[in-house]
């Protein structure tokens, strides 16, 4: 209940010191919210919200947490809204041909441009974390390092067109954006957050322009990213070239996306984190994990020193563990090749059961591949 609140007090308590800008691209206009000053050469935190959220909607929970002031003073934000999904967005005109994804991540540089800003760590939620993808493949000197969360790597194929089609979702968007969202569980135990963002999804988003954010997402192409094997491949193999923590809760309908997207990723440079006991939205569920998480991530990048959040649990992401994967995960082979079996929502369960011996449930694989934590 104390993760409904903050999203409920997050939509009606705006922040004093965000400044909005709408900026003109050459795919069209993207409204941007600013938070902070940028701290002299240091990337900002850029953030892109799924279907049916907006910023606010998607991240406030996450940014407004108490232990993440400890690392956002070291950053200013830069929270974009895909063009009309944002808070009183008017309609588009009637035959308005709405931006590709590959279109949406190619606004993002003239989003910093506009903005002097040199470059970012991402932040993505779905769709979100696709663009940022996206963004990161075309303009790898932009991108510090990437947060994907839910992110799924592949073009919807005609599978998932046919369930969607066929399946009683479909007579409504906001069914169908809350069945991306949230798996069967938890659409069936957490009926406060369901409402909370069906009611939002129903009435804070215009629908048209939500159904056309959501077709273009459907009709993303695949990534077409593999994971780099050492001596065949490692310096042709197209992939993201900067640290990546992919995140997904263990109920979330996105566990196989994100399972397939880490077999794609170089293992060197790439961490999973898989949340217990968390669905769709683990920005929303548990900021806290992912708070500390983020922390870790960015000391790993070097661009802050040890902070304490002090109202997190020891238990949540233990310090020493997740240090540990941050030092230990550049050692890791990459002999581990794309073509192996992954898509599989039992593999993923496996390695979530951690080990004998590993502290505070901590999942840290000895096999070459992608260092993998459970909490």
Known sequence: MDELQ??????????????????????????????GT??????????????????????????????????????????VDAPGQQEGAPPFPSGYQYPSMDELAEMLPAVLTHLNLKSFIGIGLGAGAYILSRCALSHPDLVEGLVLINVDPCAKGWIDWAASKFSGWTTNIVD????????????Q????????????????INQDNL?????????????????????????????????????????SPAVEAVVECNSRLDPTKTTLLKMADCGGLPQVVQPGKLTEAFKYFVQGMGYIP??????????????????????????????????????????????????????????????????????
């Open 6 to 35: 903050d999203v409920q007090l997050t939509e009606i308590k705006p922040l004093l010191n965000d400044k909005e800008h709408d900026i003109e691209t050459a795919f069209g206009v993207v409204h941007v919210t600013m938070r």
């Open 38 to 79: 940028p701290k002299g050469n240091r990337p900002v935190i850029l953030t892109y919200h799924d279907i049916g959220l907006n910023h606010k909607s998607c991240f406030n929970a996450f940014f407004n947490f108490e232990d993440m002031q400890e690392i956002t003073q070291h950053f200013a934000v830069c929270h």
């Open 176 to 187: 169908i954006v809350l069945a991306h969202h949230f798996g069967h569980e938890e659409l």
């Open 189 to 204: 135990a957490n009926l406060d957050l369901i409402q909370t963002y069906r009611l939002h999804i129903a009435q804070d």
């Open 211 to 251: 159904q056309l954010f959501l077709t273009s997402y459907n009709s993303r192409r695949d990534l077409e990213i593999e994971r780099p094997v050492l001596g065949i491949n490692e310096n042709t193999a197209k992939t993201l070239k900067c640290p990546a923590l992919l995140v997904v809760g263990d109920n």
């Open 306 to 375: 040890y902070v304490q959040l002090s109202h997190l649990s020891t238990e949540s992401v233990p310090a020493a563990s997740m240090t540990r994967l941050m030092r230990s995960r550049t050692h890791s082979s990459s002999s581990v090749g794309s073509g192996e079996s992954v898509r599989s929502r039992s593999h993923t369960s496996n390695h979530g059961e951690g080990s004998a011996g590993t502290p505070e449930g901590i999942d840290l694989q000895d096999a070459p591949q992608t260092m993998e934590v459970s909490c």
